[in-house]
């Protein structure tokens, strides 16, 4: 797919991190760009929005169709039907599946509407998007190849290799590669492809919270670069994706060559 000003693009959590950087590296390219994020998001999402020349801000908490049905109807009133979806939002939490206070010797177990908060998010919420973003596709008529669109998601490494207390992180992610092949499949007669990114550990705001040894330790467990990966990487790996027509149903890992250990 060629990218220019005749193409729109849809990034769900778009106002920073790995979002962000694929949100300017399209806006780069000419792509007319909506950006999906939560209301609390607005301010940083509307000053991105401003910093690449244009673009709209759509309020959208994915676990919720309603907004997620409100957010593509602003999107397409100011861009057009998108070509491209991006799905960046997300999150995580952390909790042993069952545990004992060292202290008390309480027993716990990780509660269970904790877990589907994280796969309501992470899971239903990139398919929620997946759906009604290929559904607005198939009213698009083809590209000279026979393409409509293209969807890139974001799963982590955590999918193949999650660590102690990353039980619903895991499992949301794992799913997110589960159905990268089966959607790529029940699109493919339609002309959209979709593929799958798996960050290993980036330096986003999400990180930023975290004291330099500990950030230094992290970078030092990769085996090459022996640093966190930048967004921008990520963004890079996206567009190409997006680019290159032949490259459908992939779940890629984008780590340097790290795998997890345990803790």
Do not use: W
Not at 67 to 88: K, M, P, T, W
Not at 151 to 174: C, F, H, L, R
């Amino acid at each position: 797919m060629k990218l220019d000003k005749s193409i729109a693009a849809v990034v769900t959590g778009g106002a920073s991190g790995l979002g962000e950087a694929t949100v300017r590296a399209l806006a780069a390219r000419g792509v007319r760009i909506a950006i999906f994020d939560l209301e609390r998001q607005r301010e940083k999402g509307e000053k991105l929005i401003a910093d690449i020349g244009g673009g709209v801000f759509c309020a959208a908490n994915v676990t919720s169709e309603a907004e997620v049905d409100a957010a593509f109807a602003q999107a397409r009133a100011a861009n057009g039907q998108e070509r491209i979806l991006v799905n960046c939002a997300g999150t995580g939490n952390a909790a042993r599946t069952a545990s004992r206070d060292r202290n008390t010797g309480e027993i716990r177990s990780f509660p269970t509407e904790q877990f589907n908060l994280i796969i309501q998010i992470n899971l239903v919420g990139t398919f929620r998007c997946i759906a009604k973003s290929a559904a607005g596709m198939l009213t698009l008529e083809p590209l000279e190849d026979g393409e409509r669109g293209a969807i890139v998601n974001t799963a982590s490494v955590a999918a193949e290799d999650g660590q102690i207390g990353q039980a619903a992180y895991t499992a949301s992610k794992a799913g997110i590669v589960g159905l990268t092949l089966v959607v790529a499949r029940d699109l493919s007669g339609e002309g959209i492809r979709c593929n799958t990114i798996l960050p290993g550990i980036f330096d986003t705001p999400l990180m930023g919270g975290a004291p330099e040894n500990v950030k230094a330790a992290l970078a030092a467990s990769v085996p090459y670069p022996k640093r966190l990966g930048v967004p921008r990487e990520y963004a890079s790996l996206a567009l190409e994706m997006i680019r290159n027509g032949y490259f459908n149903g992939e779940d890629v890992r984008l780590d340097g060559a790290i795998r997890m250990a345990p803790r």
